[in-house]
């Protein structure tokens, strides 16, 4: 069986693969990712989700005159193979390796360099401002995942991006999770949506109809049935970013690579702002992080057969004991604490109980 992987060049080869070699394409990297990280660890379930969708953009675009902005940087790992750096994948994230990150000095086709959430619209549109001063036509998108859309700057980046009216795409990456599954008002806005007592009563009433129905009322209802988990991505989400100016495409399966191929071809004809809403599953293709994603989101060194993380040889605290003792310090010394941590995705406030362990301590209601 021939090994796409291997006699990749640069991605201009992948114009020149079938669907069907595409696919194992997409089996051959997962392969070479999982068994980097089993080794070295690392951020995998967010990398494996992702494959079909660069392989897609590389395959569409013109990297890398056109411009790739990945949210966070830790969902690059199929990027790093499909661009030049399968030789030196063996040492990501070891000492002189290749970044687990986008690192412009490392390769062209980083066109930005991200450890953090929320910076890839604002950066792409950056970009984009740029592209049209120097009088340039490339293609400048932003992937950005549904946890980074929790943060401000990425609301702030949507908002001047849609009064700019800019040629940008913005690929919503939509797997239900950041590092673990998402929380507050912008997560829970379509579960409020398709619950609220008129659109339950619509539904209710639509399905009862359909099955009274002789003869067709059964396959009837079975299609509404299935076009129902799409209604709530197809029609609440697009108005949230038609109202930042965008023109909203989506949901789309973001592991079908006809679908994909296809969609981006269509989009990056379009003029304007166009934000391409994908569903994907994180932890895509190995079932142990399909099944934990927030475990393997960031993973030591783990066995593959078992999926079990091996034993760590550093005996050093990690950063989160020495942050946690060292409140607890201050707060016995202080006789009162409060810390606001900015984590990868998110912001925590907490209050410090001077009595208690660093293990005691609780989030602030």
Not at 83 to 108: A, H, K, Y
Not at 191 to 199: D, N
């Amino acid at each position: 069986m021939t090994n796409f992987l291997e006699r990749l060049k640069s991605p201009e080869d992948l114009k020149w693969l079938s669907l069907g070699d595409l696919k194992q394409l997409a089996a051959e990297i997962r392969e070479r990712i999982v068994e980097t990280v089993s080794r070295n660890g690392g951020h995998l379930a967010s990398s494996l989700g992702v494959v079909e969708l660069t392989i897609a953009l590389h395959r569409v675009l013109e990297t890398p005159q056109d411009k790739i902005v990945w949210d966070v940087g830790h969902q690059t790992y199929a990027h790093k193979l499909l661009t030049g750096r399968l030789d030196r994948f063996d040492t990501l994230r070891r000492l002189n390796g290749i970044s687990g990150f986008p690192r412009r000095s490392e390769s062209p086709y980083d066109s930005f360099g991200a450890g953090h959430a929320s910076t890839s619209i604002s950066a792409a549109l950056g970009m984009a401002a740029a592209r049209d001063t120097l009088g340039g036509s490339e293609k400048v998108v932003a992937v950005i995942g549904d946890g980074s859309l929790t943060g401000g700057l990425a609301f702030e980046g949507l908002n001047q991006a849609g009064a700019l009216k800019k040629d940008l795409i913005v690929v919503l990456n939509d797997n239900e999770m950041s590092i673990s599954p998402n929380v507050g008002a912008l997560a829970s806005f379509l579960s409020r949506k398709m619950t609220s007592e008129r659109f339950v009563r619509f539904r209710t009433g639509t399905k009862h109809l359909l099955g009274s129905i002789p003869r067709f009322g059964p396959g009837l209802l079975g299609i509404v049935q299935r076009a129902e988990g799409s209604l709530k991505g197809f029609l609440t989400p697009g108005k949230l970013f038609e109202a930042f100016g965008f023109e909203y495409v989506g949901p789309l399966d973001g592991h079908s690579l006809k679908d994909l191929i296809e969609t981006l071809e269509n989009v990056k004809r379009l003029k304007g702002p166009v934000l391409l809403h994908v569903l994907t599953k994180k932890g895509k293709g190995y079932p142990f992080a399909e099944e934990s994603p927030a475990l393997f989101h960031g993973v030591g060194p783990f066995d593959r057969a078992t999926g079990m993380v091996k034993p760590s040889r550093e005996r050093a605290d990690t950063y989160t004991t020495v942050f946690g003792n060292t409140l607890c310090t201050a707060a016995r010394q202080a006789k009162a604490a409060s810390a606001i941590v900015r984590t990868e995705h998110s912001s925590s406030s907490f209050r410090i109980d001077p009595s208690a362990s660093s293990s005691k301590t609780r989030p602030r209601p």
